[in-house]
């Protein structure tokens, strides 16, 4: 490891971000309705997309330099990322070694789920919203449940755990899932959260009227558990824990709308085209790719890197009247 001065990827607000999330591809095999129109979306173009190497280079940056201690891969959806194994070898190399996990629909991790624990991954968090089949397809558009099913087991027999399961709720759709989703990942072992459906969908269908609450979800789990506050201290997590019936198992709820935890945030992300964000909502990117291609140094990119970080805004805004969702979806952002 060269012997670099930290320095910290810090805001005009008290926060510092250590949590790098990393969208290696905007393209699906799902087609999520709240997510993705059925006909796709205009992918990036290949060439502007990072190469495996380019990658690599900004995670080094962002780890040796800038304080970086855990990185997130995603999408798009990442297991069709050609190079992900290599990629999250190389980044488990760098050192201080940081943590790694994968955010997936699980499609063919069942093939991969070795060779990426092998590369040194630590977890994997599996998308699933339903598990009727029916409603999956229904959601997914794809009649693809059993292969996440097989996804989710070959992850815990590989030792990516504790492996975590999220789901949206959607209004009409699987809105009264609840209790029958945290049932089957107490009895499957693994570890549920909830997500706060967010703006962040292409065809701007998200409304906050309609949208399934945290506080719904809550009132719908303790018709059939008991939920008590896991006592451990939240940090910058963006889950809120419950002990479920006393414990020892948990559910988490992100309630990204409706209890915002900005203040705590850590969070930092990059683009496929090598774009940084300082928010999963900003309006603004900072362009790293054109530098890195014309032949900026380390020094040059941190230096970028650091001044997008800056700017980073108190708060999302979503309650906000003035708010404006982003113009990349959340598909070409990295959940
Ligand atoms: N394809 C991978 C997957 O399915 O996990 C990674 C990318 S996907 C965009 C990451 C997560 O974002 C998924 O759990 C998905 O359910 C969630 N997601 C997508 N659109 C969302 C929205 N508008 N609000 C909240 N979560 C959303």
């Known amino acids: 490891m060269s012997k670099q001065r930290v320095q910290p990827l810090a805001d005009r607000h008290g926060r510092v971000a250590t949590d790098l999330r990393v969208s290696l591809i905007d393209r699906c095999n799902l087609r999520c309705t709240y997510c993705m129109p059925a006909e796709g979306l205009d992918w990036l173009p290949n060439e502007d997309v990072l190469t495996d190497d380019e990658v690599v280079r900004l995670i080094r940056i962002g780890v040796e330099r800038l304080g970086i201690t855990a990185v997130r891969f995603t999408g798009g959806e990442p297991l069709l990322r050609k190079g992900l194994v290599d990629v999250v070898r190389r980044t488990k190399q760098l050192r201080p070694t940081p943590e790694t996990s994968l955010t997936t629909n699980a499609l063919g991790l069942g093939r991969v789920a070795g060779a990426l624990r092998d590369a040194g991954l630590d977890r994997v968090n599996v998308s699933l919203d339903t598990v009727r089949r029916e409603d999956f397809a229904r959601i997914t558009l794809r009649d693809r449940f059993d292969d996440v099913i097989t996804g989710l087991e070959a992850a815990r027999a590989a030792g990516l755990e504790p492996v975590k399961v ?32 967010m703006p962040l969908d292409p065809q701007h269908g998200w409304m906050r009227s309609t949208m399934v609450t945290a506080d719904e979800i809550l009132e719908s789990l303790q018709r059939e558990f008991v939920l008590t506050e896991a006592r451990r201290p939240r940090g910058s997590q963006p889950a809120e824990e419950f002990l479920v019936d006393g414990g020892p198992f948990t559910v988490g709820v992100i309630a990204s709308v409706t209890r915002p935890f900005c203040g705590d945030c850590d969070r930092v992300r990059l683009t496929a085209d090598g774009q940084v964000r300082n928010c999963l909502f900003a309006r603004e990117e900072s362009d790293l790719r054109t530098p890195l291609r014309n032949g900026a140094d380390d020094d040059e990119i941190a230096r970028r890197w650091v001044a997008a970080m800056a700017g980073k805004l108190p708060g999302h805004g979503i309650d906000d009247p003035s708010f404006l969702q982003p113009t990349r979806p959340m598909s070409a952002i990295g959940g």
Do not use: K, M, S
């Open 166 to 197: 999220n789901a949206v709720l959607l209004r009409g759709i699987n809105d009264d899932q609840a209790p029958e989703l945290l049932r089957w990942c107490l009895d499957h072992g693994y570890h549920l959260r909830f997500i706060e459906q």
